[in-house]
């Protein structure tokens, strides 16, 4: 069976730091490009960072410089670390690979 489950989501003051994890079964993701989406109450799903299988990375504007999309080959997981977050980084975060979408992990930055 070919999915992907993310975990790591969480209820926390703004500043902190948290790491999101999207763990693959069914397939491989070093042979595949890999995003994390997000969605926030009433807007559209959004792109926050790529990681194509060639290694290059992508990231939207809002997140660069705070959020990094990371690779373990060996436990077919990738990452998501989220530094310095901001209440607007409050969204249902998803993992996308493979024409597969995981069932997405919750992010709530709130004082």
């Known amino acids: 069976q070919v999915q992907l489950v993310e975990s790591g989501g969480d209820l926390a003051q703004p500043g902190g730091s948290l790491r999101l994890s999207c763990t693959a079964s069914?397939?491989?993701?070093?042979?595949?490009?890999v995003a994390w989406y997000r969605q926030a109450p009433g807007k559209e799903r959004e792109s926050v960072a790529h990681?194509?299988?060639?290694?290059?990375?992508y990231y939207t504007n809002a997140v660069k410089g705070r959020f990094t999309i990371s690779r373990d080959n060996a436990e077919n997981t990738v990452y998501l670390q989220m530094k310095n977050r901001k209440p607007e980084d409050t969204a249902l975060y998803y993992c996308?690979?493979?024409?597969?979408w995981g069932q997405g992990t919750q992010v709530i930055v709130s004082s």
């Open positions: 990681s194509n299988s060639g290694g290059n990375t």
């Open positions: 996308h690979a493979n024409v597969v």
């Open positions: 069914g397939f491989t993701f070093s042979n595949n490009d």
